[in-house]
């Protein structure tokens, strides 16, 4: 088996993930209090009972993430012996999920990018005035005719083309105006469905470079080592390990097209035949599989994700 360790964005949270593992593993409860400790905040509590407004807030809901992941990946090496330096072949993230797939790498401390995560979050936010920007997902289209409709329906405005995540799922982000005509525009060309997404800011275009200089400055005076294995990064849908150029691609992420699919496609090319999604929610692993039919999956934050791991590994 060659595996692939995948980590979620944003989108994937929800009030309560990562408890159960926090109440049964140790490990998993020393993350939640290193992250906490990090922040100054009890980031934990609002992970595990809420309020779902205030945890959906971006500069909440990044490092929450990128907590319950790593708290999974913490359990995975308690339980199930897992080695990343050994046993994976790859570690990706969709859009704040690459800071997840670092830590995990070695190549970020935990407190590190929980702080890192706080900034990107608030910077985001502060990017773009609330009702200014939008994000839309075409559905049905393929990329090329996807990041042509955004092209003609920015007309002045920006439109851009900010995750391509799947075959025929396709994001669009950038001034509201722009986005709303392209709603239209792709409805006329043949998408199944084009819809606005319930998001706070357009984020991974270009109104996003206020936010990219903040992580630009953040990320200069924080340490980053050579991952234990290479990281397959959103910005060139291949994989690096030299920190300067993961630096590089971090900044380039903020305003850059989360290239998900071809970064899946990547990995199964090179051999990976299992990709493991660590932490909350299965998109991910929902994406692989029509991205790579022929590897394995399997979505893994819960105590009964890890023992059937455990049991995958023994068997």
């Known amino acids: 088996m060659s595996l692939a360790l995948t980590f979620p964005g944003q989108g994937s ?37 809420g309020p779902t407004d205030e945890l959906t807030l971006t500069a909440n809901a990044q490092p929450a993430l990128m907590a319950v992941s790593l708290a999974v990946l913490r359990v995975l090496q308690a339980e199930a012996g897992i080695d990343v330096g050994r046993d994976a072949a790859f570690v990706a993230g969709h859009s704040l999920g690459e800071y997840s797939a670092l830590a995990a790498a070695g ?61 025929g799922q396709v994001v ?72 300067e150029a993961i630096r590089a691609s971090l900044v380039a992420q903020v305003t850059g097209t989360v290239r998900w699919r071809e970064s899946v496609a990547f990995m199964a090319a090179e051999g990976v035949d299992m990709f493991y999604e660590v932490g909350a929610g299965k998109v991910l692993s929902g994406l692989a599989k029509r991205i790579a039919p022929g590897a394995g999956t399997m979505a893994i934050g819960t105590p009964g994700d890890i023992a059937a791991v455990v049991t995958a590994r023994n068997g």
Do not use: W
């Open 107 to 167: 190549s970020l401390s935990v407190g590190d990018t929980a702080r890192l995560l706080r900034i990107r979050g608030e910077a985001m936010q502060r990017a773009v005035p609330v009702g200014v920007g939008a994000m839309a997902a075409l559905l049905g289209l393929d990329y090329p005719e996807a990041a042509a409709v955004a092209a003609d329906a920015a007309q002045g405005d920006i439109c851009e083309a900010a995750n391509d995540n799947g075959p």
């Open 172 to 243: 669009v982000s950038g001034h509201k105006v722009a986005v709303e005509r392209a709603l239209t525009l792709a409805q006329e060309r043949g998408a199944k469905r084009a819809i606005l997404l319930p998001v706070s800011a357009p984020f991974h275009c270009a109104l996003m470079q206020p936010a990219a200089e903040a992580m630009r400055a953040a990320l200069a005076g924080v340490r980053v080592a050579p991952p234990a294995v290479p990281l397959v990064v959103n910005v060139a849908a291949a994989p690096i390990t030299d920190p």
């Open 13 to 49: 949270q929800a009030v309560g993930m990562g408890k159960a593992l926090a109440d049964t593993f140790a490990p998993a409860r020393a993350v939640f209090d290193e992250v906490d400790d990090a922040l100054s905040q009890r980031l934990s509590h609002l992970i595990f009972e």
